[in-house]
Structures are given as structure tokens and as C-alpha cells.
């Protein structure tokens, strides 16, 4: 986090100095606009997940997307980063807690169109099981899980959730 200066967002960018304290006068403005960056990165990059509405694909999109975050642990690892740093900064909490409305709000119409029983708490075990592997991926002592360990894991997690009437992988 004390690296994500206004200074060094103008270097990494080839901008001249001072031009992003024109977009974002105050330390506070530039962790904002840091996280609803990723947060657009982020959506876009798990978008593939809730195109469908096909129980056959779906294990294989999420795990499409969650890969991609894996592999670009970076822009992850940023995301921890301003994910701890909102814990003491409303500001940022306001903006994390949105940034995860969207991930999870397509997850609870796509599992309740797929017959989910409970689509809430079972998009809430999917969110957590996604950002957990992630954390564990790039953070923790783990693999990093190849894109087919991923999918095999969220096969058996949404076999779980929606009971017998899922197809065989």
C-alpha cells in the first residue's frame, strides 16, 4: 500500500508529474479510484461466469474466471491489499462492499435459475469459495490450481448446492 503514490501512479503510467493529483487530489481519492478499477477489471474479467445459465458450462466459466485471477495475482493481490485497507476506512468499505454486490447478485439469478433452493446462501458459498482458492492460490501456502483442478472443485461444490438434478460432467 505504500507504494500506490500519486507519483507513482504518474511514473508507471508515463505521465507527467502531478497529473494524477489532478484526477485525485487526496491519498483518500486514490485508494477510491484504485478500487473501482479493479473492481471494473474484475467484472469484466468474471463476466464470462454469468453469461450462462447452463449447468453444464457453468463450472467450467467460473473456473475460466477464476483463473484469470489467479494467473493475474497482481491486480489479486492489490485487491487484498485495499480489501484490508477498507477495514479502516468507511470510504473504501463503501466501495468494496458494492464492488461484491456484483459479483454476487448474478450469482444468486444464475443458481436461482438453475433450481437452487436457497440461491442467496449458495451464491454466498460460491463467492467464498472463489475468493478463498484465490487467497490460497496467491496469498497462502498453496498450488496454484491448473484451470482444470479449479473446475473439477466448483463441479462438486455446485453438484452440492443443486442436488441430483445436475447433469454428469
Same mark, same amino acid.
Request: aromatic share 4%.
Given at each position: ?53 447452463? @449447468? +453444464?458450462?457453468?463450472?467450467? =466459466?467460473?473456473? %475460466?474466471?477464476?483463473? !484469470?485471477?489467479? #494467473?493475474?495475482? &497482481? /491486480? ?5 491489499? @485495499? +480489501?484490508?485497507?477498507?477495514? =479502516?476506512?468507511? %470510504?473504501?468499505?463503501? !466501495?468494496?462492499? #458494492?464492488?461484491? &454486490? /456484483? ?67
Amino acid at each position: 500500500m505504500r507504494g500506490l503514490t500519486h507519483r507513482a501512479v504518474d511514473e508507471a503510467a508515463g505521465l507527467p508529474p502531478g497529473s494524477t493529483s489532478n484526477l485525485a487530489r487526496t491519498r483518500a481519492a486514490l485508494l477510491e479510484l484504485t478500487l473501482s478499477r479493479l473492481s471494473e477489471l474484475e467484472t469484466a474479467a468474471l463476466a464470462v461466469a454469468y453469461e450462462t445459465q447452463d @449447468l +453444464a458450462t457453468l463450472p467450467a =466459466r467460473i473456473a %475460466e474466471a477464476v483463473h !484469470i485471477q489467479v #494467473r493475474d495475482s &497482481r /491486480r489479486t493481490l492489490a485487491r487484498y491489499e @485495499l +480489501a484490508l485497507e477498507a477495514t =479502516r476506512r468507511p %470510504e473504501l468499505r463503501e !466501495i468494496y462492499d #458494492r464492488a461484491g &454486490r /456484483r459479483f454476487r447478485d448474478p450469482a444468486v439469478a444464475v443458481l436461482a435459475a438453475l433450481g437452487s433452493r436457497d440461491p442467496v446462501r449458495h451464491a454466498r458459498q460460491l463467492v467464498v469459495y472463489a475468493e478463498g482458492l484465490m487467497f490460497d492460490a496467491v496469498c497462502g501456502a498453496g498450488a496454484v490450481p491448473t484451470l482444470e483442478e479449479i473446475r473439477a472443485a466448483l463441479d462438486d461444490l455446485l453438484a452440492g448446492m443443486l442436488g441430483p438434478q445436475r447433469p454428469p460432467a
